[in-house]
């Protein structure tokens, strides 16, 4: 039998300790939430991999790194209510849930939504709504949000999630160019979003953020 516990450890300490993220929250979290339970069945195995897990449809789990230093850059608090975006199978906001005061995890299949509840219900997540809806139209009905994550690749932000943070908040998001991208947290100050860059990674795009095509002549 695969002994899960002992790769958790592992994870954190040659992925995320080293990755120079060193917030208590964090770390505390990503030791205790079991990862593998919040990836498909036949991907298990590589739950605890230095790669993202694919979901399907583009969709993946962030690797450890790129996530634990997704939330150590955008700086959660305990009074925080964090829009999750492209929550999948609720990896991710049952971490960010026991940092967090709340977490709305929006996901756009009605599969996922339906295993992330129970997986979020078993592992004591109560302080997580999962809302089912289109990525790129965020969550308005329980914002607006001190901070936002987006779980995965994108090219463009949609208006949506502008609007729904919070004047003062943050997001994090992982701008991909070509097969590398960058990590930027963007803060909201007058109605709109001044990015700074963080660290590289890398992530499919999520549908529906790419951006349009052009042609030239």
């Given at each position: 039998m695969t002994d899960f516990a002992t790769r958790r450890r592992f994870m954190v300490d040659t992925q995320v300790r080293t990755a120079d993220v060193t917030e208590f929250p964090i770390i505390d979290a990503m030791l205790n939430i079991p990862r593998e339970v919040f990836v498909p069945r036949d991907r298990i195995e590589a739950a605890y991999s230095s790669e993202p897990v694919a979901l399907g449809q583009d969709r993946v789990v962030l690797d450890p790194r790129c996530f634990a230093k997704m939330l150590e850059a955008i700086d959660l608090t305990n009074d925080d209510l964090v829009l999750d975006a492209g929550a999948g199978l609720?990896?991710?906001?049952?971490v960010i849930a026991r940092i967090a005061e709340a977490v709305v995890a929006l996901e756009d299949d009605a599969d996922r939504i339906s295993e992330a509840q129970g997986l979020l219900s078993e592992h004591d997540a109560d302080n997580v709504?999962?809302?089912e809806g289109p990525l790129t139209e965020g969550c308005a009905q329980h914002g607006p949000y001190d901070a936002i994550v987006v779980e995965g690749g994108i090219e463009v932000l949609p208006d949506a999630f502008v609007d729904q943070l919070k004047e003062g908040g943050r997001i994090a998001c992982l701008f991909m160019e070509g097969p590398l991208g960058t990590v930027r947290i963007g803060y909201k100050v007058d109605g709109r979003i001044n990015w700074r860059p963080v660290f590289n990674a890398s992530?499919?795009?999520i549908d529906g953020f790419r951006k349009e095509a052009t042609f030239a002549l």
């Open positions: 609720g990896y991710s906001a049952a709504i999962l809302v992530a499919p795009v």
